[in-house]
C-alpha cells in the first residue's frame, strides 16, 4: 500500500517560532498506523537550526535586536551664588545657663535665657523642624555644638568652591567641641550645611579671653569670618 502525503507551503515546516504548515495523509488497512507513526514530527530544532534549513520563511525578530532604551538623563548640577563674603561674626560665651547661639542663614548671633532655650526647642520640636541657630556656645566648659539638621566638617584648608565646601560638610563628622580643652586651633577651616541648604565656608580668625591649655577656661568669644552661598 501506499501513502499518499500532502504538503501545504513550500515544504515541511517545524515548531517553534515558524508556524508548521498543515499535514495530511491518505491510508488505508493496516498502513495506518506505520503512516501515522513516521508521520509524527521529531522533537523541533533550535529556531537557528530552523531558520537556516527554511530559507522563505521569515524570521521572527528577536530581542536583542530591539532598540536599547534611551538613557535616563542625570541630574542636573546644583549651582550656587554668593550671599556675603568674609563676614565677621562673633559667638559668645555667656554665664551659664544662658548660652550663646550662630545663625549663618540670616546671618545673626544672639543670647538666649534658659528659659527661652527651652521654648525655642519646645516651639520646634511642636513644629516639626529644626532650630533656627547653627551653632550654639554653652556652659562653664564652652560647648560648641552644631545643631541638629545640619552637617559640618574641620578642614585643612579653605575651599576652592560652594560646591568643594558642600561636598565637604556632607562626608564631614564634626558636630561639637569642649572648647575648655581648647582642641580647635585659631585659624581652623569649616564647612557647613545649614537646615536651609545654604554652604558655608568659616575660618575661626580670633579667640577672645580664656586661658589656653587651662582644661577649664574656654573663650569667652570665638569670631568667624565667613562666606555663605545659596543656591541660585
Given at each position: 500500500?501506499?501513502?499518499v502525503i500532502t504538503l501545504g507551503g513550500s515544504g515541511l515546516g517545524f515548531l517553534g517560532t515558524i508556524t508548521a504548515p498543515l499535514i495530511t495523509a491518505a491510508v488505508s488497512g493496516d498502513d495506518k498506523s506505520d503512516s501515522d507513526e513516521k508521520s509524527t514530527?521529531?522533537?523541533?530544532?533550535?529556531?537557528?537550526?530552523?531558520?537556516?534549513?527554511?530559507?522563505?520563511?521569515?524570521?521572527?525578530?528577536?530581542?536583542?535586536?530591539?532598540?536599547?532604551?534611551?538613557?535616563?538623563?542625570?541630574?542636573?548640577?546644583?549651582?550656587?551664588?554668593?550671599?556675603?563674603?568674609?563676614?565677621?561674626?562673633?559667638?559668645?560665651?555667656?554665664?551659664?545657663?544662658?548660652?550663646?547661639?550662630?545663625?549663618?542663614?540670616?546671618?545673626?548671633?544672639?543670647?538666649?535665657?534658659?528659659?527661652?532655650?527651652?521654648?525655642?526647642?519646645?516651639?520646634?520640636?511642636?513644629?516639626?523642624?529644626?532650630?533656627?541657630?547653627?551653632?550654639?556656645?554653652?556652659?562653664?566648659?564652652?560647648?560648641?555644638?552644631?545643631?541638629?539638621?545640619?552637617?559640618?566638617?574641620?578642614?585643612?584648608?579653605?575651599?576652592?568652591?560652594?560646591?568643594?565646601?558642600?561636598?565637604?560638610?556632607?562626608?564631614?563628622?564634626?558636630?561639637?567641641?569642649?572648647?575648655?580643652?581648647?582642641?580647635?586651633?585659631?585659624?581652623?577651616?569649616?564647612?557647613?550645611?545649614?537646615?536651609?541648604?545654604?554652604?558655608?565656608?568659616?575660618?575661626?580668625?580670633?579667640?577672645?579671653?580664656?586661658?589656653?591649655?587651662?582644661?577649664?577656661?574656654?573663650?569667652?568669644?570665638?569670631?568667624?569670618?565667613?562666606?555663605?552661598?545659596?543656591?541660585a
Amino acid at each position: 500500500m501506499v501513502a499518499v502525503i500532502t504538503l501545504g507551503g513550500s515544504g515541511l515546516g517545524f515548531l517553534g517560532t515558524i508556524t508548521a504548515p498543515l499535514i495530511t495523509a491518505a491510508v488505508s488497512g493496516d498502513d495506518k498506523s506505520d503512516s501515522d507513526e513516521k508521520s509524527t514530527p521529531s522533537e523541533p530544532p533550535s529556531s537557528s537550526s530552523s531558520a537556516g534549513t527554511d530559507a522563505g520563511a521569515e524570521a521572527e525578530p528577536s530581542e536583542a535586536a530591539s532598540p536599547s532604551p534611551t538613557p535616563s538623563a542625570s541630574p542636573s548640577t546644583v549651582t550656587y551664588k554668593v550671599a556675603y563674603k568674609d563676614q565677621k561674626m562673633q559667638l559668645g560665651l555667656p554665664d551659664f545657663p544662658s548660652l550663646g547661639s550662630l545663625d549663618f542663614d540670616e546671618p545673626a548671633t544672639r543670647i538666649f535665657s534658659e528659659d527661652q532655650w527651652d521654648q525655642l526647642t519646645k516651639d520646634a520640636e511642636s513644629e516639626e523642624r529644626p532650630l533656627a541657630q547653627d551653632l550654639s556656645y554653652q556652659s562653664m566648659w564652652g560647648y560648641l555644638n552644631v545643631r541638629e539638621g545640619r552637617n559640618a566638617a574641620q578642614i585643612d584648608e579653605a575651599p576652592k568652591s560652594a560646591e568643594e565646601c558642600a561636598r565637604s560638610a556632607n562626608l564631614g563628622g564634626f558636630s561639637e567641641a569642649q572648647m575648655s580643652d581648647w582642641p580647635i586651633k585659631l585659624h581652623q577651616q569649616f564647612c557647613f550645611l545649614t537646615d536651609k541648604g545654604n554652604v558655608v565656608s568659616a575660618e575661626i580668625t580670633r579667640f577672645v579671653g580664656g586661658v589656653r591649655d587651662s582644661a577649664t577656661d574656654p573663650p569667652t568669644q570665638i569670631e568667624f569670618t565667613a562666606t555663605m552661598w545659596q543656591r541660585a
